[in-house]
């Protein structure tokens, strides 16, 4: 590992809720390429993160991801979010095949002074590249989402095997804005949980874990 | 394998080294330690593992056992926890799936959250006007008191139906059917003209009637073999619920008037209601709740209903569909379950139960604000006012001696008229005081909406 810096920045609360927020924007999209929920084809590269990140260019999907990360971004100002759920459906009898599961751990000090804290921009950068590297490896031990994927190599090829919904978990003493609704959590039934690295600004702390239907193949 | 995760080979020891161990401390051992037939010694806790071998066992033999005060204080320390605030949300517009090109949905526009400003207003603690109800019959099962949109109130009372207008508080009798013709009544309905009502009877039979002009339309038979104890309508068509447990949807347009029968129920069925798109709600004295689909063809499908519901542990006469938020149904539970539930008719999600603390007459949805009314029983028979979705009381209105069976409310949607089997009709200004009937104005601003955007 480098040598820490030294310098440290400045970390307000509305500079953290965009960092988390634009966080899970790149995490889901991520999540969107190495799933195979939609084709190779419609996602570009950019330089994010120090690290190539895939983003996906269908207008309905941008806007749906755009749309809820500023309502996310909202709601971790308020130190209101408690955690955010992307879930991965079966399209053919929309069980629940993946949750990841972003839980966050607010400073309610932050929110309720409005005091800064300070932390390496650079630090932060890095946890979260190590997250993102993660999602990107864990193609390897997760079960394949439809009998189809079976066929594929190193990255699934376009198939439509799954949906993908997001959920995010909030403290019931919010309003609920007019383009959200109440839903069920979506849990899977005995799962197989992986946990992966966290991040923390500060003033959020973003814990990361997948969990999957048990699939027969992986069974040791 | 990237560097330091706890991938697919450790994740058998992710399961069993506790939800809340931290990880960062572990990595390092990890490292060291890539053979995952080989524990990690150094991060068992052989305290606990022995314990859970143990004696643990015992605690866990007899789970069964737990008594009612045990619950409810697990309940309390649950609730104490904060473990029951939370609230998990989705967004509406979803993105389309690939392959299929389904029309891009309509994008919300990503206005800024706006919260009107509200004043908090009085709600009257007493009803503001009795009328007198001699006769009303003391059934649970029956539906006997509706408002139509003409501003004129329907009430059955043993063998007679009476119109009371709203406008000028006038009282006339419709109709009254002796037993010998069919009586009593089990059931009243304004058709959405405001002008039609329908009246279901002892014999199975339904009358409809044009109070217009005062005169019977026709009957509709034949359908039912047990009383008719709900109706509801949807445009022209007629719904019924019988005590045989059949729902029959009638076309009264038409001669051969039954145009589906939708069975499920093997009890009575006691509610009844049509959302504002295809699907009806009816529960029933078996304690089930249907969703059932108007476009769903009943021969395509092996079973005809959308979702059968199995939340609540009594009759269920109390429904009632959201006017605010698509897809959303509160029922109420009789004496024996005492809570109301909320729905998602779409996936039939169970959203929320909670306890009311009486037997649940009857429900009904203010459309100007988020809040919800229940009318009860035994023992303070009130009617109670929740905000939606705190499910906070933000009243409680007492005044019936007995239960609160029927309730309707004003086609302005500000007054609710409640009838008991104490035999009185009461109005209460619940909603909103007549004049200022006007819906909360939602293009308010809040001042601070556009600084806390991040652009």
């Known amino acids: ?220 | 394998m990237d560097e330091g995760s706890m991938g697919s080979s450790h994740k058998r020891r992710a399961l069993w080294l506790g939800p809340l161990q931290e990880q960062v401390p572990k990595r390092k051992s990890n490292r060291e330690n890539l053979d995952r037939f080989i524990p990690n010694r150094a991060a068992m806790d052989f305290d606990f593992a022995h314990y859970m071998l143990t004696d643990g066992r015992k605690g866990k033999e007899n789970p069964s056992v737990i008594s009612p005060s045990r619950e409810a204080y697990q309940k309390k320390l649950a609730e104490a926890f904060n473990m029951n605030r939370t609230r998990i949300l989705v967004f509406k517009n979803k993105p389309s799936t690939p392959i299929d090109p389904i029309p891009k949905e309509f994008l919300s526009p990503s206005s800024p959250q706006t919260k009107p400003v509200k004043q908090r207003r009085h709600i009257p603690q007493s009803c503001e006007r009795t009328l007198d109800a001699p006769d009303i019959l003391d059934d649970f099962y029956l539906n006997l008191l509706d408002w139509g949109s003409s501003n004129v109130l329907a009430i059955a009372l043993g063998s007679t139906v009476y119109l009371w207008d709203a406008s000028n508080g006038s009282t006339s009798e419709l109709v009254t059917i002796d037993d010998d013709d069919g009586g009593p009544v089990t059931s009243v309905s304004w058709a959405p003209d405001g002008r039609h009502i329908a009246i279901g009877l002892n014999n199975s039979h339904v009358q409809i009637w044009d109070y217009t002009v005062n005169r019977q339309l026709r009957t509709l038979s034949g359908g039912h073999r047990q009383r008719v104890g709900s109706l509801a309508w949807n445009n022209h068509i007629l719904t019924t619920g019988g005590m045989d447990g059949k729902v029959i949807n009638n076309d009264v347009r038409v001669r051969s008037h039954i145009v589906e029968t939708y069975r499920g129920h093997h009890l009575e069925v006691c509610g009844l209601k049509w959302s504002a798109s295809v699907q009806l709600a009816s529960g029933g004295n078996d304690n089930l709740l249907y969703i059932w689909d108007k476009t769903m063809a009943s021969s395509s499908a092996p079973r005809q209903w959308l979702h059968r519901l199995e939340g609540h542990t009594a009759a269920v006469k109390a429904l009632a569909w959201c006017p605010f938020q698509g897809n959303l149904l509160a029922s109420g539970g009789g004496g024996g379950d005492q809570c109301i539930k909320f729905w998602n008719a779409h996936t039939g999600a169970c959203l929320n139960s909670i306890n009311a603390g009486s037997q649940v007459c009857s429900l009904l949805w203010n459309k100007n604000e988020r809040e919800l009314l229940s009318s009860h029983g035994f023992a303070q028979n009130q009617l109670t006012l929740w905000k939606y979705p705190s499910m906070v009381k933000m009243a409680e209105l007492t005044g019936h001696t007995s239960r609160v069976l029927f309730m309707t409310q004003s086609p302005d949607g500000c007054t609710v008229a409640s009838a008991a089997a104490d035999e009185t009709l009461r109005f209460w200004n619940v909603f909103g005081t007549p004049e200022v009937a006007k819906p909360a104005p939602k293009a308010k601003l809040e001042p601070f909406a556009h600084v806390s955007r991040i652009r």
């Open chain 1, 1 to 220: 590992m480098a040598s820490r810096t030294v310098t440290k920045d400045i970390i307000t609360l509305r500079g953290s809720a965009a960092i988390v927020s634009e966080f899970f924007g790149y995490a889901a999209n991520s999540i969107l390429y190495n799933r195979g929920l939609y084709p190779e084809e419609s996602f570009v590269k950019v330089k994010k993160y120090g690290l190539p990140m895939l983003l996906i260019q269908d207008e309905s999907v941008k806007s749906f991801i755009a749309n809820v990360t500023a309502q996310l971004s909202e709601w971790l100002e308020a130190g209101k979010l408690q955690r955010i759920v992307l879930v991965i459906m079966s399209k053919a009898t929309n069980e629940v095949l993946e949750r990841w599961n972003f839980s966050i751990e607010t400073d309610s000090e932050v929110v309720e002074k409005g005091v800064s804290r300070e932390k390496s921009d650079k630090e932060i950068m890095r946890e979260i590249q190590a997250i993102m590297r993660q999602i990107a490896s864990s193609i390897t031990y997760l079960p394949c989402l439809d009998e189809a994927c079976k066929n594929h190599t190193s990255f699934p090829n376009y198939f439509n095997c799954g949906v993908f919904d997001v959920l995010a978990y909030t403290d019931k003493d919010i309003a609920v804005p007019f383009t959200w609704i109440e839903s069920d959590p979506k849990l899977i039934a005995n799962p197989q949980m992986v946990k992966l690295h966290s991040f923390d600004t500060k003033i959020h702390k973003v814990d990361t874990l997948v969990s999957y239907k048990n699939d027969e193949w992986d069974e040791q």
